[in-house]
């Protein structure tokens, strides 16, 4: 059986001549999790995976795995399943030994070889495909051996670069779920770099959310989508109204036009500049007969995806609030029309502003 | 899935058409091209063409070339120890000059590419700037260096070594160090072509894998540069085999090569025929280097 580990890292760095890609981050990940890093392009998900992996050597800071500072052990000796971006097959090796290579390396029998071999390609339904070249594979056929290939050594932890940006949208779905099913099955401590949202939200236990180097906030996928910390995270993590704004402590905001807006229950004691985030998909839209409470607004323009449509409302003071309505909801609405906005105050998040912000 | 009932009453017009476009095409890469392929038959094709009628042809007692068809003068040449010999040992010097420049090449390029060294641009100049030498030149360079009485050999006689140490002069070894020197640069280029095109993610997945460097490098990065190997090879070989300014400075009459018996049966035995049949032996043995690894890498791909 393998061991599931956590992995720690103390205050690590990482600087590229002058560009400070990775700039002291500490994070625990607990064992048998999935975490996702996300973040923008150029953040440093991909080096903070490679300083784990041992690719990538630190600045300064230690990295620990399962309780064992790994800092200075190579990259052979860390014993991490790693899965990259382009997948990195070897390409003058069949399926079936692309996937030995692991268990070579570690001069397992071949009878040993050829049973894991066997079991890790049943794992991820490739069965059958062993003699293939790589070359004659499909992307979502290529991804599941590399992650075969990952596995095969029941490694300590896996670590996954984007495993998915290369398959297209339906393929991408399916594998998210049959990657999650995996590691939920053999309860591997995971780490996974994403830039998109959806995925992270989808498949985390835990999200790291990363900009420029450092750490934003650690939390679960509703935590950092309902609580957002910061209002880089709020803007990076779905969509998001934000309204800036001067909390004078008695649980409520104003608003540069001098609109009031309560303050949820729990930021009700609030005072000073602060910034409310309601999600689009919050707000009802309400026809302005029928309610006497909400917001007054003015549809400014609608646009039709299907299941649901996104709407454009100018409230009374010139703010542009964006909707995302069920479509049957707002059947008919038309450009021009009055209407009255509601959502319940305890839907919306409230982030504290730093004086020195700006 | 192809349905040839289904297909056959559109076949007629879509022939046409295809053979329109076809012919289109045709004519326009024939535009392209024909420039170099006009280049390629008056500088290559029409001479050995020449080359090759020549040498089954025979001369009279003047030396003037006859219009008959003979075998002569390959039976000749298989027949006489001294052409045999002689083809032997361009082949066995064109063997280790390549097996010298390829692992020479090989480390250099290796290195190049994967250790990036900071003073890379400056080792790029050393290795081509000799390039930029002519052959003649280098010979010469050669023969001051390690000469009998050459700048080596005489430090060591200073050093009370003894007198001529070293035989490097009209010795195969010579030659060998000499032609493989010329080719190192060649031959390192290509290799950083062919080192370069490895992406660096298969050696960092089979080091994730568990491998040494070591392994990385004899499981991976090896074969994945075989093929590119293989063709350097081949250039090298087929280069070192028509090695000709380096086969006479250096090597003299003492260790004669093929190329320069070429040049010996034109030049002053007159024999036309005969320097021309031994050029299409020479050039047979290229093409077999050629066809061996063509044979060996493209069950591979
Ligand atoms: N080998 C390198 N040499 C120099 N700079 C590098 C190197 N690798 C990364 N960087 C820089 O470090 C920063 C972080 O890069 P990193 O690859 O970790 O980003 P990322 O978050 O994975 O982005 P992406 O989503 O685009 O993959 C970037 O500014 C990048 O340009
Ligand atoms: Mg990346």
Redesign the interface.
């Known amino acids: 059986m393998r061991d599931v580990v956590s992995i720690r890292l103390e205050d690590i760095v990482k600087r590229f001549g002058d560009v400070k890609a990775v700039n002291h981050v500490a994070l625990t990940f607990d064992p048998g999790k999935l975490y996702v890093l996300l973040g923008p392009s150029g953040c440093g998900k991909t080096t903070t995976l490679r300083m784990i992996?041992?690719?990538e050597e630190l600045t300064s800071g230690s990295i620990y795995i399962g309780g064992e500072d790994v800092t200075n052990v190579?990259?052979?000796?860390r014993?991490?399943?790693?899965v990259?971006q382009?997948y990195?097959?070897?390409?003058?090796m069949s399926v079936e030994n692309n996937v030995a290579?692991?268990l070579r390396?570690?001069r397992y029998p071949s009878t040993e070889i050829d049973t894991r071999v066997k079991a890790s390609l049943g794992l991820v339904q490739l069965s059958g495909l062993e003699r293939r070249r790589i070359r004659q594979l499909s992307g979502g056929q290529q991804q599941r051996v590399a992650l075969a290939?990952?596995l095969v050594?029941e490694p300590r932890a896996l670590l996954l670069d984007e495993p998915l940006s290369n398959l297209d949208k339906n393929l991408r779905d399916d594998m998210r779920g049959q990657i999650r099913d995996i590691q939920k099955r053999l309860g591997i401590t995971t780490i996974m770099v994403t830039h998109d949202q959806t995925e992270a939200l989808s498949m985390a236990d835990e999200i790291v959310v990363m900009n420029n180097g450092l750490v934003e906030q650690v939390g679960t996928p509703e935590d950092i989508y309902r609580r957002p910390s910061s209002l880089f995270t709020a803007h990076f993590v779905g969509a998001a109204n934000i309204i800036e704004g001067i909390a004078n402590g008695n649980g409520s905001m104003v608003d540069s036009a001098g609109v009031n807006y309560r303050l949820p229950a729990d930021r009700k004691s609030l005072s000073g500049k602060v910034a409310m985030m309601i999600r689009p998909s919050d707000i009802q839209i309400l026809d302005k007969d029928l309610v006497t409470d909400g917001l007054d607004g003015t549809v400014l323009s609608s646009m039709y995806f299907g299941a649901t449509r996104k709407v454009i409302v100018r409230l009374e003071g010139g703010r542009d609030l964006s909707i995302d309505t069920n479509e049957r909801e707002t059947r008919g609405i038309a450009d021009g029309d009055i209407v009255k906005l509601y959502y319940e105050t305890d839907s919306s998040h409230v982030i504290r502003i730093p004086d020195d912000h700006g | 899935m192809d349905n040839p009932i289904a297909d056959g009453g559109g076949r007629q017009l879509s022939g046409e058409l295809a053979n329109y476009f076809r012919g289109r095409k045709g004519v326009t890469i024939t535009a392209l091209v024909s420039p170099v392929a006009l280049l390629l038959l008056f500088s290559y094709v029409v001479p050995v063409a020449i080359l090759a009628g020549v040498s089954f042809l025979s001369q009279d007692a003047r030396g003037a070339i006859t219009p008959d068809f003979t075998l002569g003068n390959f039976v000749r040449f298989f027949s006489d120890p001294w052409f045999l010999f002689t083809l032997g040992r361009s082949i066995r010097i064109a063997f280790f000059v390549t097996l010298m420049a390829i692992t020479l090449g090989y480390v250099a390029a290796y290195y190049l590419v994967f250790k990036q060294p900071r003073l890379f641009e400056f080792y790029l100049i050393l290795v081509v700037a000799p390039v930029l030498v002519g052959n003649v030149v280098r010979a010469f360079g050669w023969q001051m260096l390690m000469g009998d009485s050459g700048l080596v050999n005489t430090f060591l006689w200073k050093l009370g070594l003894g007198e001529h140490t070293l035989r490097f002069m009209y010795t195969e070894t010579g030659i060998i160090i000499a032609d493989a020197s010329t080719l190192l640069p060649l031959v390192i280029l290509i290799l950083m072509g062919v080192l370069t095109r490895i992406d660096p993610a298969y050696i960092e997945a089979a080091k994730a894998l568990g491998a040494s460097g070591r392994r990385a490098f004899m499981n991976v990065t090896l074969p994945l540069s075989l093929s590119g190997v293989g063709a350097a090879s081949v250039i090298c070989f087929t280069l070192a085999l028509g090695t000709f300014e380096i086969a006479v400075l250096i090597g003299g009459k003492r260790v004669q090569m093929i190329a320069p018996l070429v040049y010996e049966q034109i030049t002053y035995a007159f024999n036309w025929t005969m320097g021309a049949a031994v050029a299409m032996v020479l050039l047979v043995v290229s093409v077999v280097g050629i066809v061996i690894h063509d044979i060996a890498f493209r069950s591979k791909k």
């Open positions: 992996s041992g690719l190579p990259v052979h000796e014993d991490l399943g790693f990259f382009q990195a097959l070897f390409p003058h290579f692991g390396m570690r290939r990952a050594t």
